[in-house]
Nanobody, 126 residues
Framework: QVQLVESGGGSVQAGGSLRLSCAAS????????MGWFRQAPGKEREAVAA????????FYADSVRGRFTISQENAKNTLYLQMNSLKPEDTAMYYC???????????????????WGQGTQVTVSS
């Protein structure tokens, strides 16, 4: 059974940094995408970043490119999201997600991911 558990969220001032972690258990599909989505109150869930663990290919939303970095540590089966230069508009619940081998489609489409964590809250104050 696949389980994704996020941690590392919190409250920071604009310009600050946070690193989110996602511990994956029961998940061994290294050639499938893993990623981060976020959802702010009253808004739709949106893609933030994704990575193919086996090949290292990364994808970023335009709004975070250059500020956020997605990475993974295979030995710990953990996914990370380093967030720098945070802005108030980055405030949201952040979700870790992963694909099943049968999933396919654009990396930014949330329906193409089968597994989801519970989320971790990030709040950025101005």
């Amino acid at each position: 059974q696949v389980q994704l558990v996020e941690s590392g969220g919190g409250s920071v001032q604009a310009g600050g940094s946070l690193r989110l972690s996602c511990a994956a258990s029961g998940y061994t599909y290294s050639s499938n995408l893993m990623g981060w989505f976020r959802q702010a109150p009253g808004k739709e869930r949106e893609a933030v970043a994704a990575i193919c663990p086996r090949y290292g290919a990364t994808f970023y939303a335009d709004s975070v490119r250059g500020r956020f970095t997605i990475s993974q540590e295979n030995a710990k089966n953990t996914l990370y999201l380093q967030m720098n230069s945070l802005k108030p508009e980055d405030t949201a619940m952040y979700y870790c997600t992963a694909r099943d081998p049968q999933d396919s489609g654009g990396w930014f489409v949330d329906e193409t991911y089968s597994y989801w964590g519970q989320g971790t809250q990030v709040t950025v104050s101005s």
